[in-house]
């Protein structure tokens, strides 16, 4: 019956990880030519025959059913009061999707009654947070950026997207690609930080996981679609509280914000998402300039957008909208394709269309592109998942990625006196701190089902089997938020007894992701006296932290011989964490976000711009804070090794170029040899910055323009190039119709091992 419904649709509408350094092609400095965009700014039209076809069928209440997505309640299967809504609108064919289903029995429960019950049986398309991972829970973005290697995401979302599209999910809410200099910012954690270079390596790398590369199939029962999110400027929320304000110029949102979705775009990227934030007084979700004027005029984007959770209802509490159907308005006709959780569109939208408020060239436009991807992922000849072979557990091979993932994503901050690594011979070894014996290291957006069933390992497990002939103590010590510091004299206690002490402190995965705002971004509860105890003992110990954003680590620091940044590391937190302890992996990971000294220096970050009267300690009337210096904690690009590198001076192919000549794609060559000085193979990121030195619109003092992790042993050396042309060199301007300019002048190009690079040559663009 099944096989001939599909039939009988299909007839009607005509249808028939890379050891020692990977790295994409935009992680490397290699040049593109300079953004164009098209000279007649119109969209593809999506409107291909079998997609006309049905399009005829439908009456308005069908088209508008699939704008419409709702939520599923994950705890309960069809049948349940809770989902009765959604069963109704799939039965009547008034619903396109559906968000947080999953369960290959579950999801094609309600697939049958779209598929079988409506009069069209159009499938729906099942949506899901698959933020870093699914069953297989890999270290969050932020943490996977300090990695500097684009093909942990691309595993990452290989991994998440087998293991999802078995489990009937379609498509994913990933990756959010907003660039931020808000550390306050919980969704810092979902990001890659605060550069646009590093972030869309990623984007691109995370986008081609999912989807596979340009050209390749959607209907592949191995892949999803991607949504680039949040479109645009989430990432610059005042304050760092979430669903904020964000007064962004012109050349900012195309400098800073724009370029990670672009080169998304460029990648394939099925959809996008809308943030919920305002752009210089506009709504994002009723924003006609980004969404129509640069997704889709500029961009030419023929996928879909889709609303962010009641994100168009929301377009009232801004005072943007008056109601309901001006709410369905006003985000429609500005380029809201698909409507999240709200209902504005599909209640009002016939009375829109009869009163000629929104077209019905427009409203044919948002179906159809809807439908188009429900034909890309292949849905109409296979809208169900196979419940024989759904996977329901991490397999052996995606644990070990997690685990190589997480240990490639750890930063050593502080290494004194080599404190690190730990070695296995310790005959005692305490581990104290509220994250010792935690199995709560998963990270931000995991699902409560994939939580209980396959916790983060623990450290204290891990330590252990590291070190099987040692004594293995532990002691909590404090609890992480509360300030009850009873359990103190016993974490001392252990110190004292044990060779070396291993504290494990840093933020529960609550306090990160979304509306997780901090205003104080310190160790809470207690954790700092206990680091403070600890130290007070003389004893050797080792400080890991695990943390969903930078946070501001103190006064303690002086005292902590050793500071290795682990994150939110995900299922196999505990072994990848003693994998670096003990040296089994020489970390090599490097920070994609200053560290802050403290929440009054933020915003800190490597690519501001000067002022009139930069820094400068012995003048008063200088920019800079009276009580701290100017630099952050911990740089941009930061992170140590167990061995040593030597970095040398940057070559250039030639001291002069021509503006005109980069215009047309001309690009030229720096190169730089790196050696490993030290005893042990290690991993180095050389990285890349560039500093226009004068132009028309002021210029960060350095921008990432190119990075490359490589892998050498001791006494090896390798020359690095990197390739670099307009994009590299050029900006753009305040038009609002936007205009990229390469000018005339002097370019200083610094490489090095972070933003705190000093070697540097100087190119003239003539």
Not at 722 to 745: C, I, K, M, P, Y
Request: include cysteine.
């Amino acid at each position: 019956m099944r096989e001939l419904r599909r039939r009988t649709l299909l007839s009607a509408i005509g249808g028939t990880a890379v050891a020692g350094g990977g790295f994409t092609a935009v992680g490397t400095g290699i040049a593109q030519a300079a953004p164009q965009r098209p000279s007649a700014p119109s969209p593809p039209s999506p409107l291909d025959p079998k997609i006309k076809k049905l399009l005829d069928r439908m009456t308005v209440e069908e088209k508008l059913g699939q704008l419409q997505q709702l939520p599923w309640a994950v705890s309960t299967g069809p049948g349940g009061s809770e989902t009765k809504d959604v069963e109704d609108a799939a039965r009547a064919g008034r619903l396109g999707s559906v968000l947080n289903i999953f369960g290959a029995k579950s999801s094609n429960a309600l697939q049958r009654m779209a598929v079988e019950e409506s009069r069209l049986g159009i499938p729906l398309l099942f949506g899901l947070d698959v933020i870093h991972g699914l069953w297989t829970t890999f270290p969050i973005p932020l943490a996977q950026a300090s990695s500097f290697d684009p093909e942990v995401t691309r595993r990452d979302a290989e991994v998440s997207a087998k293991e999802s599209r078995s489990n009937g999910v379609h498509w994913t809410f990933s990756p959010m690609m907003d660039v931020t200099h808000e550390p306050r910012w919980g969704r810092i954690a979902e990001g890659c930080g605060e550069d646009p270079y590093l972030t869309t390596a990623f984007a691109v790398a995370k986008v081609e996981g999912y989807q596979g590369e340009k050209g390749s199939g959607l209907d592949a029962e191995d892949r999803i679609a991607a949504c680039a999110k949040h479109f645009v400027a989430y990432g610059g929320a005042e304050g760092g509280r979430d669903y904020n304000t964000v007064d962004v110029s012109e050349s900012r949102l195309r400098n800073h914000y724009l370029p990670p979705f672009k080169a998304a775009l460029d990648a394939g990227v099925a959809t996008v998402m809308a943030s919920f934030n305002t752009i210089s007084g506009v709504p994002a979700h009723g924003n006609s300039h980004t969404l129509t004027g640069i997704l889709s005029k500029e961009w030419g984007f023929d996928g879909f957008v889709v609303s962010d959770w009641n994100g168009v209802d929301e377009l009232i509490a801004h005072g943007f909208a008056e109601d309901g159907a001006d709410a369905a308005r006003l985000a429609l006709n500005a380029g809201v394709d698909m409507e999240m959780a709200s209902t504005d569109l599909a209640k009002h939208g016939k009375k829109l269309l009869s009163s000629g408020r929104i077209s019905e060239k427009r409203l044919d436009e948002a179906v159809a592109r809807i439908l188009r991807l429900k034909f890309e992922l292949g849905l109409f000849e296979h809208p169900y998942a196979d419940e024989d072979t759904a996977i329901d557990k991490p397999s052996a091979e995606a644990r070990r990625a997690a685990r190589e993932t997480a240990a490639r994503s750890m930063v050593l901050l502080k290494n004194d006196d080599k404190a690190l690594p730990l070695k296995k011979s310790a005959g005692s070894i305490a581990v104290v701190g509220p994250f010792g014996d935690s199995d709560d290291l998963l990270g931000t957006w995991t699902f409560p089902g994939a939580a209980k069933s396959f916790p983060s390992g623990k450290v204290l497990a891990a330590v252990k089997a590291a070190a099987p002939r040692a004594k293995v103590t532990y002691a909590k010590g404090v609890d992480p938020e509360g300030t009850d510091t009873g359990g103190i004299p016993a974490a001392v206690a252990a110190a004292k007894a044990a060779d070396v002490t291993v504290v494990v402190v840093g933020e529960p995965p609550a306090m990160s992701g979304e509306a997780a705002a901090r205003s104080d971004i310190g160790l809470p509860g207690g954790q700092e006296k206990l680091i403070e105890a600890i130290a007070a003992t003389g004893k050797p110990f080792v400080v890991v932290l695990v943390n969903g954003r930078p946070l501001t680590v103190g006064g303690w620091l002086k005292s902590a011989p050793a500071v290795l940044e682990a994150w939110h590391p995900g299922l196999e937190a505990g072994n990848a964490i003693a994998d670096v302890l003990f040296g089994k992996v020489n970390p090599g990971g490097k920070l994609p976000v200053s560290f802050p000294r403290t929440v009054g220096q933020i915003p800190v970050h490597y690519n501001h711009e000067s002022t009139g009267r930069p820094y400068n300690a012995d003048n008063k009337y200088t920019s800079k804070y009276l009580d701290l210096p100017q630099d952050p904690q911990f740089a941009f690009g930061h992170g140590l090794s167990y061995t040593e590198f030597e970095i040398g001076e940057p070559k250039l192919s030639r001291d002069h170029v021509s503006a005109r000549a980069l215009r047309k794609g001309d690009t030229l060559e720096v190169s730089v040899t790196v050696r490993n000085t030290g005893e042990r193979t290690g991993d180095e990121v050389v990285q890349l910055y560039v500093h226009d030195i004068a132009a028309s619109i002021a210029q960060p003092v350095r921008k990432l323009r190119g990075f490359r992790r490589v892998t050498l042993e001791p006494g090896k050396s390798r020359t690095v190039r990197f390739r670099l042309g307009a994009d590299d060199f050029g900006f753009w301007t305040n038009a609002e119709s936007g205009e990229f300019r390469v000018e005339e002048g002097a370019v200083d190009i610094y490489v090095g091992n972070s933003s705190e690079a000093k070697a540097k040559k100087r190119l003239t663009i003539t």
